[in-house]
């Protein structure tokens, strides 16, 4: 087992007073299991395994990463349960690599809520225990080098998660070589035409590119010798493609014109000579303005330090400098990894602790989000690159998107300083909370005493979890309000059959009355009826005795039976002229009538005819405009007769905040009220309301004015009025 030897080899170099045959156990367990098996790249699986644990050794992480590296894909293949695990390798194991396994034996509706459920999973594992995650992380990346030999497909999906999810969750961890190098598998699989035209200028371009850092470092060198500064190190590497390729995109040029392919390191010795180091190059060379930042006295969250700055150098070309300790780019380059308290009985630091704590709070406000392409969309805006670095008042740096506002970083604080942010000073000066915030800038937040996120808000935040959080507030207002005027209508309905909620829990009615609305509680039977998901008509019908209902719709059918043979026995008379069975007028024969368009009267309206040129008389309201400028004698008194049952049109013009399924309500209210819908058009406006215009058929004004109110009483309806004029 040569491969076994250099895992063995890898381990032993730091962990050597301990004992490394749990590793044999485990190699020797998984290679049973796996047997036959082989790997998405085609290899045996028992050679991906040694692959992942290796890395995991090379990071100098304790024995039951190591061996959950070995372990990790047993469970997942159904080889083995974390009962069996726990028996042989002990617990710890057993839930790193529980937590490590992707749910493949549950069936979800699609394929998003599958990622989803997933990604669930490893956030809520990763924060109990940080090792879950860099077993995955491990995982990934050898599944990345192997992904050549997958149907395209599955290479572009696996692509498209490395880039969105985990190359970021690398970044968050600090562990610099994994996110660059999953960042550049990823880009390989997603944007092969650009990475092989890429790759290609870069290796034509070696040469000059590696006498030019030789020369650089040399310059380095000598300037900060110069200074009285010697450094440990001056390093020149090439940045990563994927950066170089971001680059291109952003600035829209073309490669030649990327001068800073290479980024130059200066490892000291002390934090003092890090800003002396920086002022020598200052001194040296023009310095680029917006690009100097100082990690080391506010550092990321994931405590990376350094000094970052670029400068116009040699030859004319931006150069970009990183400066700091050789502890420093310990944690620059292997993060979490450099000195994670699980290296066998460390205690964990100040430093790791702000960044489980920050991790935790990750995943509690994931927990929250239920709809599944909300929550990826979520998981992805929490895991952005910053752009911009922004202080509290007592100098914590807040990482955020650039375009951020006050609102961002006030849900980037706590989500109830975001929700009762009122206001924000910006540099000791008041800005709206709009205002996109800049690198640099000390932001205070001022709060009200109690929470009132706006809809507006929305299209103010940038950050996913600012937008998740006024989501969250507004649903919940908005059911609030919906149990509230849930209870009201409940209450009114009960009052007129002389009863009340509390006497239908006494007398145990209130179980029944669930049931028939098919509500789990009370409170979500209320709630129903408030949103309108439950109408009057339904609860009314539903507070019936069984025998009266029954006694209804007995009553009902024979009204049907009696006006169907009403029709039969009616087909042998006259016709009756267009709306003369609606309109009465005295002392006129026949003579065509019909109901005007630019009002359109129903039956209670009051109502007067006009007399047109040839199209017999045109029933308006009384108060119609169109009738301001009529000829007095061509006005007529009509009015309904009272007898009809054909249903007349009327327009209603709804306006509503735009919200989910908001068309489905206001379509079964109006179904609900045995109304018609001819027509119903909609458009939303930039403000986030809709407005609807809906045409019904109604049977006359009762029936319309009980329409309006149902209509009135669905969430996030503001105004309910009839169309046409007066």
């Known amino acids: 087992m040569p491969e076994f030897k250099t895992l063995l080899s890898v381990a032993r170099s730091y962990l050597q007073d301990v004992d490394l045959s749990p590793l044999e156990r485990a190699y020797t367990f998984a290679c049973e299991r796996h047997k036959e098996q082989l790997h998405l790249s085609g290899e045996p699986y028992k050679a991906h395994i040694l692959d992942v644990a290796t890395t995991i050794a090379s990071m100098k992480l304790d024995m039951v990463t190591i061996a959950a590296g070995l372990l990790h894909g047993t469970i997942r293949h159904s080889r083995t349960t974390p009962e069996e695990l726990a028996a042989q390798f002990g617990p710890e194991v057993a839930n790193v690599v529980s937590g490590a396994t992707k749910i493949t034996n549950v069936r979800y509706d699609s394929s ?127 940045k990563h493609l994927y950066s170089i390729y971001k680059k291109l995109v952003v600035q829209n040029i073309p490669v030649e014109q990327v001068y800073d392919k290479v980024a130059f390191r200066i490892i000291v010795s002390t934090v003092h000579e890090c800003y002396a180091a920086l002022g020598t190059i200052h001194g040296s060379w023009t310095p680029v303005p917006g690009r100097i930042k100082d990690f080391i006295s506010a550092p990321k969250s994931n405590n990376y330090q350094s000094l970052h700055t670029s400068v116009v150098g040699p030859g004319g070309h931006f150069m970009e400098i990183q400066i700091r300790t050789k502890e420093m780019d310990e944690v620059a380059q292997e993060g979490v990894a450099a000195h994670w308290a699980y290296k066998e009985g460390q205690k964990i630091s100040r430093d790791d602790a702000r960044l489980m704590q920050e991790l935790k709070r990750l995943v509690q406000g994931l927990q929250e989000v239920e709809d599944p392409v909300e929550f990826l969309d979520t998981v992805r805006g929490e895991l952005y690159d910053p752009d911009i670095y922004v202080l509290t008042p007592t100098g914590e740096v807040r990482e955020l998107p650039r375009s951020a506002t006050p609102i961002d970083f006030a849900y980037a604080i706590h989500t109830s300083i975001g929700d009762r942010c009122a206001g924000a000073r910006v540099n000791g000066r008041i800005v709206p909370l709009k205002h996109e915030l800049q690198n640099g800038d000390i932001v205070e937040i001022v709060t009200a005493k109690e929470p009132h996120p706006k809809q507006a808000w929305l299209h103010m935040a940038k950050t996913s979890r600012a937008k998740a959080r006024i989501r969250q507030w507004l649903r919940k207002e908005e059911k609030a309000r919906a149990l509230e005027l849930g209870r009201e209508i409940c209450e009114r309905e009960l009052k007129i059959r002389e009863t009340s909620l509390k006497k239908l829990i006494k007398s145990g009615q209130l179980r029944l009355l669930l049931t028939k609305l098919r509500a789990v509680s009370l409170d979500d039977m209320l709630t129903k009826v408030g949103a309108g998901e439950v109408t009057v008509p339904q609860l009314e019908r539903a507070l019936l005795p069984d025998e009266q209902i029954k006694a209804e719709e007995t009553k009902r059918q024979e009204a049907e039976l009696l006006e169907k043979v009403e029709k039969a026995e009616s087909k042998a008379s006259k016709p009756v002229p267009a709306g003369r069975g609606a309109v009465q007028i005295d002392g006129i024969g026949d003579l065509l009538i019909k109901i005007s368009q ?129």
Not at 142 to 153: C, K, V, W, Y
């Open 112 to 238: 998003l809520a599958h990622q989803a459920e997933n990604m669930r999973r490893l956030f809520l594992a990763m924060s109990a225990d940080i090792r879950v995650l860099l077993v995955r992380l491990a995982d990934r990346l050898h599944d990345m080098l192997g992904l050549h030999n997958a149907e395209e497909e599955r290479r572009r999906q696996v692509a498209r998660e490395t880039m969105d999810l985990y190359a970021p969750l690398a970044s968050r961890l600090g562990i610099d070589w994994l996110k660059r190098q999953l960042e550049d598998l990823s880009f390989q699989h997603l944007f092969p035409a650009e990475y092989a035209a890429l790759t290609k200028h870069i290796e034509s371009t070696l040469g000059e590119r590696e006498k030019y850092v030789e020369e650089v470092i040399a310059i380095l060198r000598g300037k900060l010798k110069a200074a009285g500064i010697t450094p440990l190190r001056v390093l020149g590497r090439p």
């Open 598 to 726: 630019c009002c359109r009267p129903v039956p209670g309206d009051e109502i007067i005819g006009y007399i047109t040129t040839g199209s017999g008389v045109a029933v308006h309201k009384a108060k119609c405009p169109s009738l301001l400028t009529a000829e007095p004698e061509r006005l007529l008194d009509v009015q309904w007769s009272g007898s009809t049952t054909v249903p007349h049109r009327a327009e209603l013009l709804l306006k509503a905040h735009d919200r989910k399924n908001l068309l489905a309500d206001i379509s079964s209210a109006i179904s609900s009220d045995d109304a018609n819908i001819i027509e119903m058009n909609s458009r939303t406006r930039a403000d986030n309301i809709a407005e609807f215009r809906v045409l019904v058929e109604v049977s006359g004004l009762d029936q319309l004015h009980r329409l309006q109110v149902h209509l009135s009483q669905l969430p996030s309806v503001t105004e309910v009025r009839r169309g046409g004029r007066a």
